[in-house]
């Protein structure tokens, strides 16, 4: 089975600067998709950012972006130019392009922003 | 607004109590999932439904009971809880196969049992 492990619990960061939260999983497959979430105080899950492990380029999505490295199983997200509204729970997810292809999450990293 | 609603926002029951709590998508998805949040704990992933049929229980006690009545629904019944089912309770939705875009999450019930 597969297993998503976020080794930070908490995170913070001056606003304006770079974080960088990370987040390694375990697999046997080749073929599956990782996603990092944002929750919020609100609770609302909201979808960040993603990255095919078949792309060896890491994605981008304005401030974020991630460092797939695909060997290592390593999915690390950076934030860059941080700012109040980042504060959240981000949660690190996998999902297999097969079988259930049910979404596994880590156990989450609180980031709070300092102004 | 996401897509994916939940109600209540907030619900409160004693442990002799029946309630249910519901979701509703309307983004012609055919997979719906119950998930639990606890505190300092991984999202545990409860149900899933793939075309109104239940495909996954991972070892729920059958004081939760879920129902998916149609693709665009789906419940989870309570009774007789224990204060340590307390929780968040999220609904997601996602087209299966469509393993690119995740899943779309509702906003939660926060369920407190006293």
């Known amino acids: 089975a597969q297993t998503v492990t976020q080794s930070q619990p908490e995170m913070s960061v001056q606003e304006a600067e770079t974080v960088t939260l990370s987040c390694t999983y375990d697999?046997?497959?080749?073929?599956?998709?990782l996603f990092w979430y944002k929750q919020p105080p609100s609770r609302q899950m909201i979808l960040v950012i993603r990255?095919?492990?078949?792309?060896?380029q890491n994605a981008t999505e304005n401030r974020f972006s991630v460092n797939f490295q695909k060997a290592a199983k390593s999915f690390s997200l950076k934030i860059s130019d941080s700012q109040l509204g980042d504060a959240a729970m981000y949660f690190c997810?996998?999902?297999?392009?097969?079988?259930?292809?049910?979404?596994?999450f880590g156990q989450g990293t609180r980031l709070t922003i300092n102004p | 607004e996401t897509g994916v609603t939940q109600t209540p926002r907030h619900l409160v029951m004693g442990m002799t109590n029946k309630k249910s709590l519901k979701c509703e998508q309307h983004l012609g998805h055919n997979a719906m999932y119950w998930y639990k949040q606890s505190a300092k704990k991984p999202l545990e992933l409860m149900f899933v439904?793939?075309?109104?049929?239940?495909?996954e229980n991972n070892s729920v006690p059958s004081r939760f009971s879920p129902e998916c009545p149609n693709s665009s629904h789906l419940f989870l019944h309570l009774h007789t809880l224990q204060p340590e089912d307390s929780a968040l309770y999220l609904c997601a939705s996602s087209q299966d196969r469509a393993v690119y875009y995740g899943y779309t999450f509702g906003s939660g019930t926060r369920l407190t049992v006293v």
């Open positions: 990255q095919e492990a078949y792309k060896q």
């Open positions: 439904y793939s075309l109104e049929e239940r495909v």
């Open positions: 697999t046997s497959e080749s073929d599956y998709y």
């Open positions: 997810a996998y999902r297999s392009d097969r079988g259930a292809q049910k979404l596994v």
